[in-house]
T-cell receptor
């Protein structure tokens, strides 16, 4: 079955810097890759997703890139702000199958 | 965006009692809902997949008689923790899958924190 690895486990940046979180997946057939942001005590919130027919997707300060050959995808956050501090989870799935989550990255943005 | 609600947000109960958690998709129909459990500082652990009108599919190691799931309508799924014990204390999160063409997007509820005394 699918296995998703996520790095780093923790990431500390200064406000205004960029942050990059990387994930690798094992099943080359996977075709859907969402990213979730989870704040303390809350449920995960979908922030961006990408499907295998595109290589990059951007939404304001957030972008996701996908390299199908290498089986990895990354989340890029530019101009980070303290409110970006949270735990970020990547996930992968094939069609209607269940999502397989990464282990999470705790992002801390210092003012 | 799609909204998923959970109720209650927090519950404290005595050992041996049963607790029911509701999950609703507020502005879309969800043929499939999922129930997750999350321990502190850990990732989401899928417990079961719930399809409207049929029996839930449980993940390996999850006791179906302890965690009863009912998906009675396209907008409501419930998780009942039966005869709860302190080790069942956890953060339970549901999600609902919204169909969009050939791909489906999954939206999460705010979670329910269960504390069993």
């Amino acid at each position: 079955g699918e296995n998703v690895e996520q790095h780093p486990s923790t990431l500390s940046v200064q406000e205004g810097d960029s942050a990059v979180i990387k994930c690798t997946y094992s099943d080359s057939a996977s075709n859907y890759f969402p990213w979730y942001k989870q704040e303390l005590g809350k449920g995960p919130q979908l922030i961006i997703d990408i499907r295998s027919n595109v290589g990059e997707k951007k939404d304001q300060r957030i972008a996701v890139t996908l390299n199908k050959t290498a089986k990895h995808f990354s989340l890029h956050i530019t101009e980070t702000q303290p409110e970006d501090s949270a735990v970020y989870f990547c996930a992968a799935s094939l069609g209607f199958q269940k999502l397989v989550f990464g282990t999470g990255t705790r992002l801390l943005v210092s003012p | 965006g799609a909204v998923v609600s959970q109720h209650p947000s927090r519950v404290i109960c005595k050992s041996g009692t049963s607790v029911k958690i509701e999950c609703r998709s507020l502005d879309f129909q969800a043929t499939t809902m999922f129930w997750y459990r999350q321990f502190p500082k850990q990732s989401l652990m899928l417990m079961a997949t719930s399809n409207e009108g049929s029996k839930a599919t449980y993940e390996q190691g999850v006791e179906k008689d302890k965690f009863l799931i009912n998906h009675a309508s396209l907008t409501l799924s419930t998780l009942t923790v039966t005869s709860a014990h302190p080790e069942d204390s956890s953060f339970y999160i549901c999600s609902a899958r919204r169909a969009s063409g050939v791909q489906e997007t999954q939206y999460f509820g705010p979670g329910t924190r269960l504390l069993v005394l």
